[in-house]
């Protein structure tokens, strides 16, 4: 089981930027596939991006593509999500999940969550 806390989030005016940070607890960090996925209120969770456990491969939303960057440091057992050009539709609560072997853009197929972190960008 891996242990994940986001942090990072706020309140953006639209256009801003933000860079989310999830720090994980264990020491083989290296070998899950992570992604952030959020939840806007009355809306299901939906996958934003994932990275691969060494960071060589990387699947974007829609969404994402573009505007959103995900990164790692396994050295630091932490993934980042730089977000830029944030659009008031970005407002949602932020989370990273960690699942073995490759990125999925499904919910169901990740073991460990965060608890999330609040985005909201004001129009």
């Known amino acids: 089981q891996v242990q994940l806390v986001e942090s990072g989030g706020g309140l953006v005016q639209a256009g801003g930027s933000l860079r989310l940070s999830c720090a994980a607890s264990?020491?083989?960090?290296?070998?899950?596939?992570m992604a952030w996925f959020r939840q806007a209120p009355g809306k299901e969770r939906e996958f934003v991006v994932g990275?691969?456990?060494?960071?060589?491969?990387?699947y974007y939303s829609r969404s994402a593509k573009g505007r959103f960057t995900i990164s790692r440091d396994n050295a630091k057992n932490t993934v980042y999500l730089q977000m830029n050009s944030l659009k008031p539709e970005d407002t949602a609560v932020y989370y990273c999940?960690?699942?073995?072997?490759?990125?999925?853009?499904?919910?169901?197929?990740?073991?460990?969550w965060g608890q999330g972190t609040q985005v909201t960008v004001s129009s």
């Open positions: 990275i691969s456990w060494n960071g060589g491969g990387t």
């Open positions: 999940a960690a699942r073995r072997v490759m990125i999925t853009t499904t919910a169901q197929d990740y073991d460990d």
């Open positions: 264990r020491r083989t960090f290296s070998n899950y596939a």
